[in-house]
């Protein structure tokens, strides 16, 4: 039987034909104090070589993953960036898995209150999926994807956050790769920026970006942000990150990004006592950099 041409060549394009879908390179606040200059693009200079100059924040039209054990910030970070576009004037789709809405809403009107954002940008940028109370969103990937694809198109939303996306494949890890890469292309499709926040098993190693169910979202997303956290338990560790015994070290890592050029080193971070996740500085190997 004779393979009809068309057939063969389906899904080939020359690169001529997808450069006028082809994004540029540009950056978007992460509503993190000291993430943005982490990210750049490498520009030429006069003596052959290169130099970075930050985008500064992530890339926009990247899905970034958020993964941690636990309590090392991903939602705080996750709340943050919604509310910094919010604050200039982009809209952010967020998607609920585990929180229910009423309290997520609790929790983002105290975190606007501290970063000086006005609850009517919260009102009229950001929109709430609640995941958490409908369970036919939670358990069927094509109908979440759906939602999205209507509510993206509809309100001319330009970022989606997922809190967490692991909650869409408890119990189902077999197909936590399939759920993982449909809502990316989805987003892709959409020319979205996003955000999937992942759980780590706690017997993962803690600085590694294994997430829930197994390896299942660093190798598709565009760019992987490791958190930690430990208890400083000797002098010498205190010595080191500068904290007395007892207290808790956070450390936050961009694990890769294949959109642009990042820092790579590990970075020590801190949730202050009114919930705000910032970056304090690298780690180097005698101690600490201060920014």
């Keep these: ?18 450069v006028r879908e082809a994004p540029l390179l540009e950056g ?5 104090p000291g993430l943005d200059s982490l990210f750049f693009r490498l520009v ?40 910094a576009q919010a604050k200039r004037g982009e809209k952010v789709l967020f998607v ?8 997520l809403v609790q929790s983002v009107r105290e975190r606007a209150r501290l970063l000086g954002v006005s609850w009517e940008q919260v009102t009229e940028n950001i929109l709430l999926a609640d995941v958490a109370k409908h369970f036919e969103l939670r358990e069927d990937v094509l109908a979440l994807s ?20 692991t909650g869409l494949y408890e119990g189902k890890e077999m197909m936590a790769r399939s759920i993982v890469r449909k809502l990316y292309h989805t987003l892709k499709s959409l ?6 926040v992942s759980q780590k098993r706690s017997s993962h190693e803690e600085t590694s970006a294994e997430a829930a169910g197994g390896y299942a979202v ?8 490791v958190l930690s956290k430990f208890v400083v338990t000797t002098k010498q560790s205190s010595a080191f990150y500068g904290k007395p015994v007892g207290d808790i070290v956070r450390t936050l890592r961009i694990d890769g990004c294949r959109v642009c050029g990042h820092d790579t080193r590990t970075y020590l971070a801190e949730i202050t006592e009114e919930g705000i996740f910032s970056l304090k500085g690298p780690l180097s190997e005698g101690g600490r950099e201060q920014i």
């Design 96 to 103: 609920t898995v585990e929180l229910p809405g009423p309290f």
């Design 191 to 196: 020319y979205q920026t996003g955000l999937f």
């Design 218 to 225: 660093p190798h598709i997303v565009d760019c992987t942000i």
């Design 28 to 32: 978007i606040p992460t509503g993190v």
């Design 146 to 165: 759906a939602l999205i694809e209507r509510v993206v198109s509809r309100e001319k939303i330009q970022h989606v956050v997922i809190d967490s996306i």
């Design 44 to 83: 030429p200079r006069g003596d052959g070589g290169f130099q970075k100059v930050p985008l500064p924040g992530f890339p926009r039209f990247a899905v970034i993953h958020l993964t941690g054990v636990p309590d090392t910030g991903k939602s705080l970070i996750a709340e943050q960036f919604a509310l």
């Design 1 to 18: 039987m004779r393979v009809k041409k068309e057939s063969v060549d389906e899904g080939l394009y020359s690169f001529s034909e997808l």
